[in-house]
């Protein structure tokens, strides 16, 4: 789920709370955590010692040799665990942990979005990429699109921002290339968790009442909510933390996937359901779209930053955008700049302006437009965008370079024993998804396509059949010839700014893979040109937004630099990884997670 997004929908109070909460703390409070209340803050209060790592390290990454896995809930790791196990391969694993999120974490993903995936063949000793977006509405026009518009972008909600979900033929693939398992034993963990229940844990249940809060509003666009709320209100106003949630008809659905593979979605009772679903609420998604799908095994792009290989997805995702900014950032001496100091966090907040100027003026469907994706990520072009960042301010004014001619998200890895690993993310977009359920089906449509741009000549102009800009990105690293890093942070717009921070806290400040995460964080918001994702009123310069963990000195440094601070928002992403290392001739994997989901990493 893109967060920021979400809070940004919300009612000015909502937002302004945990502002008023923070600036309370500055006083000692209640000495204890009250009942009902979703935070407990004490900003005189800190975490405890701990006598080895990191002081700010929330804990320590999870060690194994044959295994690993990370996700943003404990069951779902559990259950790609106990798939590794069975001798399944970290994509047999990685599919059967998605597919329990989504009954897990609703929030952040399910069967009605898109799914990107990078991954470490071991045969191959290489990086492959799979690209499982959908495109629009072949009976959507343009003209209808604009229709829909408000303010000049398409709306948050409704039928109007729904996409072919392509996640079910992303598993579909990647299963057929290194799948062990038998399909349908993939879906028994989600079957029997969507059947039986499952506790609710804090921050999922926290989003999933605030989503019904806006499905509830009138006026909101959405064709039909009935079958949202009956699906996820539990008879009022969503769960509360640890009630447990059950969802027969997502159970009933992945056993019709399992049985019938992903035809079943794109050919058989699954798709008739949508196509009768979107012409009884008048939307526009129809069997043919369906049936049409088909995602695409893509050549990921890299760049050298320091001796590490990072890698990217291009296609119509943001990938390159953490190419971008770690070309420029290696025009400077980050060591000596610092870690956590304003010079270091300045550097790269300007990197990502310049970074995002591009990506708001070329990123899109290259199905659709030439997009001149090597000069982007060039060394050549990061030099000269470099020599526009003077250390001592903010540049006022970035614009996009000159071409040569010519939210939410939940992100998981895993690896197995072999030395595959797997790295994946999947999204329904901003919030819970585009507030449409199929009848009886259990799961929510997607709304991706509100990313699409409306103006004439834009590469990322509506167009029926056409895939949306999409922000979800997996990260992977390599060193030499052998993988290092699966690696991702969630959210929307922060998703290349925190793959930046962690392969600079990592490469050049020698952060271990748990405090990489753990690092207190930045998210600069706003450009000159948008993808339709920024809050309106910001500052000309944008808005740079730190975590409560950034030194003072530090906060003092960068607005000396002209920077305008913004409060902490929640909105700075969620982190998983799985290092790959190896001791002597033996394999070890360390597992990551942090504090700012509900999962857990573990390793065997």
Same mark, same amino acid.
Request: glycine share 12%; charged share 20%; aromatic share 8%.
């Given at each position: 789920?893109?967060?920021?997004?979400?809070?940004?929908?919300?009612?000015?109070?909502?937002?302004?709370?945990?502002?008023?909460?923070?600036?309370?703390?500055?006083?000692?409070?209640?000495?204890?955590?009250?009942?009902?209340?979703?935070?407990?803050?004490?900003?005189?209060?800190?975490?405890?010692?701990?006598?080895?790592?990191?002081?700010?390290?929330?804990?320590?990454?999870?060690?194994?040799?044959?295994?690993?896995?990370?996700?943003?809930?404990?069951?779902?790791?559990?259950?790609?665990?106990?798939?590794?196990?069975?001798?399944?391969?970290?994509?047999?694993?990685?599919?059967?942990?998605?597919?329990?999120?989504?009954?897990?974490?609703?929030?952040?993903?399910?069967?009605?979005?898109?799914?990107?995936?990078?991954?470490?063949?071991?045969?191959?000793?290489?990086?492959?990429?799979?690209?499982?977006? +959908?495109?629009?509405?072949? *009976?959507?026009?343009? =003209?209808? /699109?604009?229709?829909? @518009?408000? !303010? %000049? $972008?398409?709306? #948050?909600?409704?039928?109007?921002?729904?996409?072919?979900?392509?996640?079910?033929?992303?598993?579909?693939?990647?299963?057929?290339?290194? +799948?062990?398992?038998?399909? *349908?034993?993939?879906? =028994?963990? /989600?079957?029997?968790? @969507?059947? !039986? %229940? $499952?506790?609710? #844990?804090?921050?999922?249940?926290?989003?999933?009442?605030?989503?019904?809060?806006?499905?509830?509003?009138?006026?909101?666009?959405?064709?039909?909510?009935?079958?949202?709320?009956?699906?996820?209100?539990?008879?009022?106003?969503?769960?509360?933390? %640890?009630?447990?949630?059950?969802?027969?008809?997502?159970?009933?659905?992945?056993?019709?996937?399992?049985?019938?593979?992903?035809?079943?979605?794109?050919?058989?009772?699954?798709?008739?359901?949508?196509?009768?679903?979107?012409?009884?609420?008048?939307?526009?998604?129809?069997?043919?779209?369906?049936?049409?799908?088909?995602?695409?095994?893509?050549?990921?792009?890299?760049?050298?930053?320091?001796?590490?290989?990072?890698?990217?997805?291009?296609?119509?995702?943001?990938?390159?955008?953490?190419?971008?900014?770690?070309?420029?950032?290696?025009?400077?001496?980050?060591?000596?700049?610092?870690?956590?100091?304003?010079?270091?966090?300045?550097?790269?907040?300007?990197?990502?302006?310049?970074?995002?100027?591009?990506?708001?003026?070329?990123?899109?469907?290259?199905?659709?437009?030439?997009?001149?994706?090597?000069?982007?990520?060039?060394?050549?072009?990061?030099?000269?965008?470099?020599?526009?960042?003077?250390?001592?301010?903010?540049?006022?004014?970035?614009?996009?370079?000159?071409?040569?001619?010519?939210?939410?998200?939940?992100?998981?890895?895993?690896?197995?024993?072999?030395?595959?690993?797997?790295?994946?993310?999947?999204?329904?977009?901003?919030?819970?998804?585009?507030?449409?359920?199929?009848?009886?089906?259990?799961?929510?449509?997607?709304?991706?396509?509100?990313?699409?741009?409306?103006?004439?000549?834009?590469?990322?102009?509506?167009?029926?059949?056409?895939?949306?800009?999409?922000?979800?990105?997996?990260?992977?690293?390599?060193?030499?010839?052998?993988?290092?890093?699966?690696?991702?942070?969630?959210?929307?717009?922060?998703?290349?700014?925190?793959?930046?921070?962690?392969?600079?806290?990592?490469?050049?400040?020698?952060?271990?893979?748990?405090?990489?995460?753990?690092?207190?964080?930045?998210?600069?918001?706003?450009?000159?040109?948008?993808?339709?994702?920024?809050?309106?009123?910001?500052?000309?310069?944008?808005?740079?937004?730190?975590?409560?963990?950034?030194?003072?000195?530090?906060?003092?440094?960068?607005?000396?630099?002209?920077?305008?601070?913004?409060?902490?928002?929640?909105?700075?992403?969620?982190?998983?990884?799985?290092?790959?290392?190896?001791?002597?001739?033996?394999?070890?994997?360390?597992?990551?997670?942090?504090?700012?989901?509900?999962?857990?990493?573990?390793?065997?």
């Amino acid at each position: 789920m893109d967060r920021r997004l979400f809070l940004a929908s919300l009612p000015a109070a909502a937002v302004a709370a945990p502002s008023i909460a923070r600036a309370a703390a500055a006083q000692p409070s209640s000495p204890r955590w009250r009942e009902g209340e979703d935070r407990f803050e004490r900003g005189d209060v800190h975490a405890g010692d701990r006598p080895i790592g990191a002081s700010f390290a929330s804990r320590t990454a999870a060690y194994g040799m044959s295994g690993a896995a990370g996700t943003a809930h404990p069951l779902a790791t559990q259950a790609g665990i106990a798939i590794l196990r069975k001798g399944g391969s970290a994509v047999d694993a990685a599919i059967a942990i998605n597919a329990c999120l989504g009954f897990l974490e609703p929030t952040s993903c399910g069967i009605g979005g898109d799914c990107y995936a990078m991954l470490w063949d071991p045969k191959a000793k290489a990086v492959m990429g799979l690209a499982g977006s +959908g495109a629009s509405p072949r *009976a959507l026009s343009l =003209e209808t /699109a604009r229709a829909r @518009a408000v !303010n %000049g $972008a398409l709306p #948050p909600l409704g039928a109007v921002t729904v996409s072919v979900p392509g996640t079910v033929d992303a598993w579909a693939q990647m299963h057929q290339r290194y +799948g062990r398992l038998k399909w *349908a034993e993939l879906f =028994e963990p /989600a079957i029997d968790l @969507a059947t !039986n %229940g $499952a506790p609710v #844990p804090d921050i999922i249940a926290y989003y999933i009442r605030r989503a019904l809060v806006n499905f509830r509003k009138p006026g909101n666009g959405i064709e039909e909510t009935d079958n949202a709320l009956r699906t996820w209100s539990m008879g009022g106003n969503g769960p509360q933390t %640890g009630s447990i949630f059950r969802n027969p008809d997502l159970a009933r659905t992945y056993r019709m996937i399992a049985d019938g593979g992903r035809d079943a979605f794109y050919k058989g009772d699954i798709a008739k359901t949508i196509d009768a679903y979107f012409r009884r609420i008048g939307g526009w998604l129809r069997a043919e779209d369906l049936a049409a799908h088909k995602g695409e095994w893509i050549t990921p792009h890299k760049t050298d930053y320091r001796g590490v290989g990072v890698h990217a997805l291009g296609a119509n995702t943001q990938g390159i955008a953490t190419l971008q900014m770690l070309n420029i950032l290696e025009n400077f001496d980050m060591d000596g700049a610092g870690f956590q100091s304003a010079l270091s966090i300045h550097l790269q907040a300007e990197a990502k302006r310049l970074a995002y100027e591009d990506r708001a003026r070329y990123y899109a469907d290259p199905n659709f437009s030439k997009i001149p994706i090597e000069w982007l990520i060039s060394k050549d072009y990061a030099a000269q965008r470099a020599r526009l960042i003077r250390p001592d301010r903010i540049n006022p004014d970035v614009r996009p370079g000159q071409a040569p001619s010519r939210g939410d998200t939940t992100y998981f890895t895993c690896a197995d024993k072999d030395g595959m690993m797997v790295s994946m993310i999947q999204s329904n977009f901003r919030g819970m998804g585009s507030g449409l359920v199929a009848d009886g089906l259990g799961f929510m449509f997607q709304d991706r396509g509100q990313l699409f741009s409306l103006k004439d000549g834009h590469p990322n102009i509506y167009a029926p059949g056409k895939r949306p800009f999409q922000t979800i990105i997996p990260g992977f690293a390599t060193r030499g010839d052998a993988p290092w890093m699966s690696f991702g942070v969630m959210g929307g717009d922060m998703q290349p700014q925190g793959q930046t921070q962690i392969i600079v806290n990592r490469r050049d400040y020698g952060l271990d893979v748990q405090a990489a995460g753990d690092s207190p964080r930045w998210h600069h918001e706003g450009s000159s040109q948008s993808m339709g994702e920024d809050s309106p009123g910001l500052p000309a310069t944008g808005l740079l937004r730190l975590e409560n963990g950034v030194p003072a000195a530090t906060r003092d440094g960068l607005r000396s630099r002209g920077w305008t601070l913004g409060e902490s928002d929640a909105a700075f992403g969620r982190y998983q990884a799985v290092e790959h290392r190896m001791d002597g001739q033996e394999r070890v994997y360390a597992a990551a997670s942090e504090m700012r989901a509900d999962g857990c990493a573990l390793a065997y």
